[in-house]
C-alpha cells in the first residue's frame, strides 16, 4: 500500500517535471509588441510591430538605439505576416501588451472587418487597446514617429488618447469589443479616433526638435465608418458635438460671446446625455437631453456673474452655444454621411421593435430625415476662485 | 485524540543490574563504586575507617566538578563535631548523621546502587556507613549557572525582559512567580536512559484539560532514547506528525509567553539544560503572535498581526510568484512595470528560476555564515554580501536589479516571523514553491498552495488542529488569532484546549480551591 502510494507519488513528480515549463517564455526572449499598424499595398498588408527596445528605457542601463524598432513584414493575411517577422529578430511577437493598432487611411477606407475578426480571435491580443487611423497618411508614417516625454510611441498615443478624450473631447477611445460591436449592431456605426502628424519645423537642428524632425503625433477629428468602411472625417466640432451628443466630452472647455465681443470660458464638470425616441404621427423621431454641469475657467468684460440675472444670461448663451453644435453634427451625420455613428436607429430598435423592422432596412435613408431634438440643461455651479469681473471699474 | 504509539530507538546504556540494592559491608560498597565509575578521576571517595571500631566507619562520596566545594567542607566539619559529641544513645552512626543533618532540605535516603548513582551525578555528596545497608544523600550541588538574561532570539521593545536560563529550576521559578496560585502543578519526570535529563511538566489545575495532560505526560513517560539534550528533542519524538516540517510545539524563551499559554490551558514542558520552554498544544496562528502583542494599544498589535500574516505569504510566494509571472504570465504585468523588468533583465543570461535560485542560495548561504561565525566579523559577511554579492553581481549583469529586490525583500519578510521555527519552514516551503513555479507558472504556485494547505489541515498538535481557530472556524476563538482584539472581550479560553475552567474573566475555580 504505502509502496503504491510512493509509486504514484513519483509519477506525478515525473509527469510535473517532464512537462518541462511548457509555455514558459523568459522576459529577454520576448520582442514586446507595443503598437501595430496595417496598411494595404499592392502585395497584400503590411504589417508593421512596434517593439520595445527595453534598453533604451530605463535610465540606468546604457542607451542603445531608439525606444522601439519598427519591423515590418508583408502577407496575405495578418497572421502570417505577424509570424514571418521571426525571419528578422530572434525574438518572440509578444502581443498581449498591444496598446494601439493604427489603420493606414486605405486599409480603413477598404474595410476593416477581417483584422477585427484576427485580433478579437487570436488568444495573444487583449481587449483593451485602442484602435485608430491614420488621416491621410500610411500607419507606418505614424509608427515611425518617436515621441518625446513618453518615449514609447505606443503608449504615449495611448495615454493620450484617453486623456484627450476627457480632457477637451476633441476625439474619442475606440477598443476593439466597442467597435466590433457597433458594427454588429443594427442601426449604429462607428467612429474611429484620427490619427496625423504635425509637420517638423524647419530648423531641425534645435535641441527641442530632435525627435524625427519636429514631427510630433496628434489626434485629428473622428473618422466616419458605414458597415466596416471609412467614408469621410468629422471636423474638430463636429468631434465635439458627437462627444456632447453620447456623453463622452466630461470636461471639455467652451466659450460664448457675449456682447459681440466678450468672450466667457467655460469648463464643463459633469455632462450626462439621455437619447430617447418617440413616435409622433407613426413617425420615430429622436430627443437628446444634454444636462452639463460648468464653472467659469475666464471671463472678459465687465459682466457680473454673481448677480444672478447674470448667471442666467450665461447658461443660456452655453446652452444654446451647444445645441448649436449637437444640430450642426447631427446634421453633417444626416445629410453629408448619411451614417447613423449615434446610434440612434439602436434605440428607436429598442423602445419599438415593430417599427423598427420596417425601418431597417432602409435606415441610412430614415436616418437622414430623422427629426432630433434637443435639450440642454447648464448649470452654472461655481464663478471660479474670484467672484467678480476683474478689472471692472466700481461705479 | 490520536495516541502515538512509536518505537524510539532503545539505547544499550542500562545498568547491569539495575535493582542491586547496598551489601552490608561499607568496603564491598565503594568497590562496586569505583568500579561502576571506573576512570573517573573527579569522583572523590574519602573513607574514614576506624580500626578500633569499625561501625563507625563511614565514606563520604561525591563528584568532585559537580559539587559545591564550600558546601562539602562544611558537612565535613558537621561530622566531626558529631564524633566528638560525648553521650551517645546509640552507637549506629548512620541514625546519628541522619539526626544531624535532618535539618537540610532534600535529605534523601535509598537502598539501590542506581539511586545512589543518580544522586552522585545530580551534585549531591552520599554517606555511607559500615553496616548499614542505607545511603544518605546531602544536595551538594553546584549552583553555578548564566545570570537571567535578555532572550536573544525573541527580543520585545515592550515587556519583561528575562529569559530562561540553562537551569531548569531557575526557569522554573520564573513562571512561577508570575503565578502565585497553588492550582499550579508541576511534575517531575526524567528522559534519557544516558543523560538522565530532568523534564518538568507545567499546568494549571483545571484550566488545562486532563486529556491533554495525561497524554503529554503519557507521550514522554514513553520516550526511549539515550539523551535528551534540548527541548526539541522531546518535541520530536513526541509531535503527532513526524514528518512534517511545521513545529508542533510552541518553544520560546520568554517566562511570560509560557505564563500566558499556562492561562490559556496549555501545557510548558522545560528540559533542564535548555533555555527554551515548549508549550503545546500549539496552533498554526501562535507561531505568528509575539507576546508583546498583549502589552500594546489591541489597535497596534491587531495591524501588527496583520502584517506579520501578509509578511509570512509574502516571504513564502513572492520569488516564485516573480518567477511565474515574468516567465509565463507576462500578460499580467501591467506595461510600465513590465518595460522596466525587461530592461533589467536584457542581458542576464540565467533563466529567471536559476537566478532566483542562486539569489535565494546565497542568501541562506549568507544567513547561515552570519548564525555560525564569530560575532565580531558579523559586519563583514554583511559587507560581502549586500556590497559584493548585490552590487557586484547587479553591476556585472549577472543577476538583474529586481531579483536582489525581490530576495532582500522576502529575506526581510522572513524576519518579521517572531518564531525561528516557523521561519525555517516557510524558508523551505518557499524554495519548493519556486520550482513549482518555474514549471507550471502560477498553476504550480496554486497547486503548490492546495497542497500545503491540505497538509496544514491535516496536521494536529496534541490532537488540537493545527489550523485551528481558522479551519475549523470557531468565531469566538478569532478574536485572538489574526486580530488582537481587547483583553475585556478575550473572555473565554481557547475551546478545544481550556479545562473545566472556561472564562477568563472570572476565576470560578478559586471557589473551590479557596
Not at chain 1, 150 to 166: D, H, R
Not at chain 2, 15 to 42: A, W
Amino acid at each position: 500500500m504505502v509502496n503504491k502510494i510512493k509509486l504514484m507519488f513519483f509519477f506525478c513528480l515525473i509527469s510535473v517535471l517532464c512537462s518541462a515549463c511548457w509555455s514558459s517564455h523568459e522576459i529577454d526572449t520576448l520582442g514586446i509588441s507595443i503598437a501595430a499598424g496595417i496598411d494595404l499595398t499592392e502585395s497584400g498588408y503590411a504589417v508593421y510591430h512596434q517593439v520595445l527596445n527595453p534598453r533604451a528605457i530605463t535610465g540606468n542601463v546604457e542607451t542603445v538605439g531608439t525606444p522601439v524598432y519598427l519591423f515590418t513584414q508583408y502577407g496575405d493575411n495578418l497572421f502570417s505576416a505577424t509570424r514571418k517577422i521571426a525571419l528578422e529578430t530572434p525574438r518572440r511577437i509578444y502581443n498581449a501588451h498591444l496598446r494601439m493598432i493604427i489603420l493606414g487611411e486605405d486599409m480603413a477606407r477598404n474595410g476593416i472587418k477581417d483584422a477585427i475578426d484576427f485580433f478579437m480571435r487570436n488568444y495573444e491580443f487583449r481587449t483593451d487597446f485602442y484602435f485608430a487611423v491614420a488621416r491621410n497618411k500610411t500607419a507606418r508614417e505614424v509608427l515611425e514617429i518617436l515621441t518625446p516625454l513618453e518615449f514609447t510611441p505606443g503608449l504615449n498615443m495611448f495615454e493620450s488618447l484617453k486623456l484627450a478624450q476627457e480632457r477637451n473631447g476633441l476625439t474619442k477611445e475606440v477598443n476593439i469589443v466597442e467597435l466590433a460591436q457597433i458594427i454588429l449592431a443594427e442601426g449604429y456605426e462607428p467612429v474611429l479616433p484620427g490619427i496625423d502628424i504635425s509637420s517638423g519645423t524647419a530648423d531641425s537642428d534645435s535641441a527641442m526638435t530632435t525627435l524625427s524632425g519636429g514631427k510630433r503625433l496628434f489626434y485629428n477629428g473622428l473618422g466616419v465608418f458605414c458597415d466596416d468602411k471609412l467614408i469621410g472625417w468629422l471636423s474638430e466640432e463636429e468631434t465635439l458635438g458627437f462627444n456632447y451628443i453620447l456623453g463622452n466630452a466630461k470636461n471639455s472647455p467652451e466659450y460664448v460671446y457675449y456682447n459681440e465681443t466678450d468672450q466667457i470660458t467655460f469648463e464643463l464638470i459633469r455632462l450626462h446625455s439621455k437619447i430617447s425616441a418617440a413616435l409622433k404621427d407613426e413617425k420615430p423621431s429622436i430627443n437628446v437631453k444634454i444636462s452639463i454641469e460648468a464653472i467659469i475657467a475666464a471671463m472678459e468684460g465687465d459682466l457680473d456673474i454673481s448677480k444672478m440675472e447674470n448667471k442666467i444670461i450665461a447658461e443660456q448663451l452655453l446652452e444654446s452655444k451647444i445645441k448649436g453644435i449637437c444640430q450642426n453634427t447631427v446634421k453633417k451625420a444626416q445629410h453629408d454621411f448619411r451614417c447613423d455613428i449615434f446610434g440612434f436607429g439602436e434605440v428607436i430598435h429598442r423602445k419599438y421593435p415593430d417599427l423598427w423592422k420596417k425601418l431597417k432596412s432602409n435606415w441610412r435613408h430614415e436616418f437622414s430625415s430623422l427629426p432630433v431634438d434637443f435639450e440642454i440643461a447648464v448649470e452654472l455651479k461655481l464663478p471660479g476662485q474670484i467672484i467678480k469681473p476683474m478689472f471692472r471699474k466700481e461705479k | 485524540m490520536r495516541i502515538s504509539r512509536r518505537r524510539i530507538r532503545r539505547s544499550g546504556y542500562t545498568h547491569s543490574s539495575p535493582d542491586q540494592v547496598l551489601y552490608k559491608q561499607l568496603q564491598d560498597n565503594l568497590t562496586r563504586i569505583k568500579t561502576d565509575f571506573g576512570q573517573s578521576d573527579d569522583l572523590v571517595v574519602n573513607c574514614f575507617e576506624w580500626t578500633a571500631n569499625p561501625s563507625l566507619s563511614y565514606a563520604c562520596i561525591y563528584i568532585d566538578t559537580l559539587v559545591d566545594k564550600d558546601t562539602v567542607n562544611h558537612l565535613s566539619e558537621e561530622l566531626m563535631k558529631l564524633k566528638r559529641s560525648p553521650e551517645q544513645e546509640t552507637d549506629n552512626l548512620f541514625i546519628l548523621m541522619r539526626r544531624q543533618f535532618s535539618s537540610i532540605r532534600d535529605l534523601k535516603t535509598g537502598v539501590k546502587f542506581i539511586d545512589l548513582y543518580a544522586e552522585l551525578l545530580s551534585g549531591n555528596t552520599v554517606f555511607l556507613a559500615d553496616g548499614n545497608t542505607e545511603y544518605l544523600s546531602i544536595p551538594t550541588e553546584n549552583k553555578d549557572s548564566r545570570a537571567i538574561e535578555e532572550p536573544s532570539s525573541q527580543t520585545v521593545i515592550r515587556g519583561p525582559k528575562e529569559g530562561f536560563s540553562e537551569r531548569i529550576n531557575t526557569n522554573i521559578l520564573l513562571v512561577r512567580k508570575r503565578i502565585r496560585s497553588h492550582h499550579v502543578k508541576l511534575e517531575n519526570l526524567t528522559v534519557g536512559n544516558l543523560t538522565r535529563t530532568a523534564v518538568s511538566l507545567m499546568y494549571i489545575e483545571n484550566i488545562a484539560k486532563d486529556t491533554i495532560v495525561r497524554e503529554i505526560r503519557r507521550r514522554i513517560k514513553e520516550i526511549e532514547t539515550a539523551s535528551i539534550l534540548e527541548g526539541s528533542y522531546i518535541e520530536e519524538l513526541i509531535k503527532d506528525d513526524k514528518y512534517s516540517i511545521f513545529p508542533e510545539f510552541l518553544s520560546t524563551e520568554k517566562p511570560d509567553t509560557v505564563t500566558a499559554a499556562l492561562l490559556e490551558g496549555k501545557v510548558a514542558i522545560f528540559v533542564d539544560g535548555s533555555p527554551y520552554a515548549l508549550t503545546a498544544p500549539a496552533v498554526f496562528v501562535e507561531f505568528l503572535h509575539s507576546s508583546e502583542d498583549f502589552y500594546h494599544n489591541f489597535i497596534v498589535s491587531s495591524m501588527v498581526r496583520l502584517l506579520r500574516f501578509i509578511a509570512l505569504f509574502l516571504t513564502l510566494l513572492t520569488p516564485s510568484a516573480y518567477i511565474a509571472i515574468t516567465t509565463f504570465h507576462q500578460e499580467i504585468i501591467p506595461t510600465p512595470l513590465l518595460i522596466s523588468i525587461a530592461a533589467q533583465r536584457e542581458g542576464v543570461p540565467f533563466p529567471t528560476l536559476i537566478e532566483a535560485f542562486l539569489m535565494e542560495t546565497t542568501f541562506e548561504v549568507l544567513r547561515e555564515a552570519g548564525v555560525r561565525m564569530p560575532r565580531a566579523i558579523g559586519s563583514a559577511i554583511s559587507i560581502v554580501g549586500a556590497l559584493v554579492l548585490g552590487q557586484a553581481a547587479v553591476e556585472a549583469g549577472i543577476i538583474s536589479a529586481v531579483m536582489v529586490i525581490i530576495v532582500s525583500m522576502t529575506a526581510i519578510y522572513s524576519f518579521t516571523v517572531p518564531n525561528y521555527e516557523m521561519s525555517n519552514a516557510v524558508r523551505i516551503i518557499r524554495f519548493i514553491f519556486m520550482v513549482l513555479a518555474g514549471v507550471l507558472g502560477l498553476y504550480g504556485v496554486f497547486m503548490g498552495l492546495i497542497i500545503l494547505t491540505l497538509h496544514l489541515c491535516k496536521l494536529k498538535s496534541i490532537g488540537i488542529p493545527y489550523l485551528m481557530p481558522l479551519a475549523p472556524w470557531i468565531k469566538n476563538e478569532n478574536k485572538d488569532s489574526l486580530l488582537r482584539f481587547p483583553l475585556w472581550s478575550l473572555k473565554y479560553r481557547p475551546f478545544g484546549i481550556r479545562g473545566e475552567d472556561k472564562r477568563k474573566t472570572a476565576q470560578t475555580s478559586m471557589k473551590k480551591g479557596g
